[in-house]
C-alpha cells in the first residue's frame, strides 16, 4: 500500500519562512566583532587581616602588656587608594556574551599601622608611641581573561580570573605571582563609553607572618572607552 503525502502551498511557505528566520537568528548570534578599547580609574586596596581573624600588628598597653590588634580600631592593615590603567580587547561573540582579555597596570597595597615600644636605660617599658601609618605599595602587570554578559545594550555583569604578576614593590613580598578573581558590573552611556566597578580577590599570599597569610583585595572604579573599527 502506498501513501502520498500532501502539503499545502500554505504549509511549504510556513515551512520555509520558519527555516530562514532560523539561520537568520542563527548567522546574527554568531556574527564575531572586535573592538580594542581602553580603561582606567581607582583603586582601593588591603590587605586581609589573616587566619587568625586580626592583622600582623601588636603594641604594648601602658602596664607592658602585649595586645594584639583584634579589632577594627587596632587594625594593622587599612586602605589605600591608588590607580589602574590599561587595554583590552572586546570579542562579541553573541548578543548577550563578550568575552574580554585585559591587560592593565595595577598600584595596589595596603596601609600598614605599627605602633614604638619605649624602654629607659634599664630596660623598662616606658610606653608606645602614637600609632605610625605607612604605606606598603605593590604595582602588577595584571592579565585578565573577563566574561562580561549583557542583559541589554547598557547594563552587563563582569566575572573572571586574572594572573598578576609583581613589577615593583617598596617591601619583600612572599610571591612575585598572584592568582585572582574578581566580579564587577558596567553601565554603557554610549557605545564607546561607560563605567566600571569591580572588586578583585587575590589567592596567593603576599605576606606571610605568625598571624597567617595576608591576600590582596581590590575595589576598582573607573571609566572605559572602546574604539570602532572600521
Do not use: C, W
Not at 82 to 92: K, M, N, S
Request: charged share 15%; hydrophobic share 35%.
Amino acid at each position: 500500500m502506498i501513501y502520498t503525502l500532501k502539503i499545502s502551498l500554505k504549509t511549504k511557505s510556513i515551512i520555509v519562512i520558519a527555516v530562514g528566520a532560523f539561520f537568520t537568528f542563527m548567522q546574527a548570534q554568531a556574527q564575531v566583532t572586535f573592538r580594542p578599547g581602553l580603561r582606567g580609574g581607582v583603586n582601593v586596596s588591603h590587605f586581609t587581616k589573616g587566619d587568625y581573624g586580626y592583622s600582623s600588628g601588636y603594641y604594648y598597653d601602658g602596664n607592658g602588656n602585649y595586645v594584639p590588634t583584634y579589632d577594627n580600631k587596632d587594625n594593622a592593615f587599612s586602605s589605600k587608594v591608588d590607580f589602574y590603567i590599561g587595554f583590552y580587547g572586546a570579542l562579541r561573540l553573541t548578543k548577550h556574551y563578550t568575552l574580554q582579555p585585559e591587560f592593565t597596570y595595577s598600584n595596589q597595597g595596603t596601609t600598614y599601622k605599627s605602633y614604638a615600644s619605649y624602654y629607659n636605660s634599664d630596660g623598662v617599658f616606658i610606653g608606645n608611641s602614637n600609632p605610625i601609618s605607612s604605606k606598603l605599595n605593590i604595582s602588577y602587570l595584571s592579565i585578565g581573561m573577563i566574561n562580561k554578559f549583557y542583559f541589554n545594550s547598557k547594563f552587563n555583569i563582569h566575572i573572571g580570573p586574572t594572573i598578576d604578576f609583581v613589577v615593583s614593590k617598596n617591601y619583600s613580598v612572599d610571591n612575585d605571582v598572584d592568582l585572582a578573581f574578581l566580579l564587577g558590573a558596567g553601565y554603557n552611556f554610549t557605545s564607546n563609553f561607560g563605567i566600571e566597578a569591580r572588586i578583585k580577590k587575590g589567592i596567593v599570599p603576599t605576606i606571610t607572618d605568625n598571624f597567617g597569610n595576608h591576600t590582596n583585595v581590590v575595589f576598582s572604579v573607573g571609566a572605559n572607552y572602546t574604539f570602532d573599527i572600521k
